[in-house]
């Protein structure tokens, strides 16, 4: 590699990075000239199974590129096994410089039906997974005053979704975590950001195809592809995005969104303060104009991918 890449020689430690989006950005930040973890348990969909193999397909895919790269096969999803995933970038690169959360299981029911179980599991590889993995990295940024944080959230929590309680908390979760990260480790030179994918993985793979116009469809959404979602997070991973913290991004195709956050749209006030009743029948009344529908993902991202 003669030309210097956007992230020449920085640690970036990719999580599930095995297959789908995180396999796309651990190439794409190797291209970059990153040197790179490829983390993943290599798991089904739903979190069962380990193998070693879809890590170190991966790292050997990034070798071929002229690239470094080590394969790790720790979960994300307990604290001891996710600071041997960062122990791995300073035994192997002697020192971190991003992480990429991206690990990710789906145990979709819907709520009357979900299990804790499912519950624990879902919330443990997520927002656990992001914790432990974060926090482990969180010394060795303040330490070395740099760092960068790049979270995959959803619009599962974001706007929401059916039958995913649990993986739509614990996207909101992240969300909120990064946003915590960013406010509080600004002050050592450490940036955290989200980005919510829309991509065709094996986690959407799912969708029927049972009519002609379902198929149609499935073609177009097809061409969302993971490889879409890489070119943001390399820049974010980049120290040409210093201006860039605590933001939400939505990747789809070839569309980046920046995400709004929580913020007062409408306020009523009595001098006299609230009983139940004034709430129902002057709060409630004022404020209903400006409610939230009951909207799903596929209700505000309504069209085809661009
Ligand atoms: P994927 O299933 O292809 O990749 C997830 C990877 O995480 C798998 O390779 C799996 O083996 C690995 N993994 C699971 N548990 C792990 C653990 N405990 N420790 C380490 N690795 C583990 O899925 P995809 O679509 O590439 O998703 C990547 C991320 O993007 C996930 O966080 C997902 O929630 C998020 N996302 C994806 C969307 C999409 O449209 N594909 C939409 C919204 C969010």
Redo the contacts with the bound molecule.
Sequence with gaps: MTQLGLVQNKVVVV??A?????REIALAMAREGARVVV?????S?S?EGHSEG?AQQVANEIGALGAQAVANTD???EAASAARIVQCALDQFGRIDAVVN????LRDRFFHKMSVDEWDAVIK??LY?AYHVSRAAAPHFKEQESGCYIH?T?T?GLVGNFGQANYAAAKLGIAALSKSIALDMQKFNVRSNCI????W????GSIPTDTPEQQARVERIKQMT?AKIAPLAVALASDASQETNGQIFAVRNNEIFLMSQPRPVRSVHRGEGWTPQDVLSHALPALQSSYFGLDRSADVFSWDPI
């Design positions: 999580t599930g095995g297959g789908g989006i995180g983390n993943d348990i290599g798991a969909v979190g879809p979960s994300v999803a991206n690990a990710g299981i590889v997520h997974g995959m959803s599962s919510s994918p829309f991509a993985s094996r986690m959407i993971p």
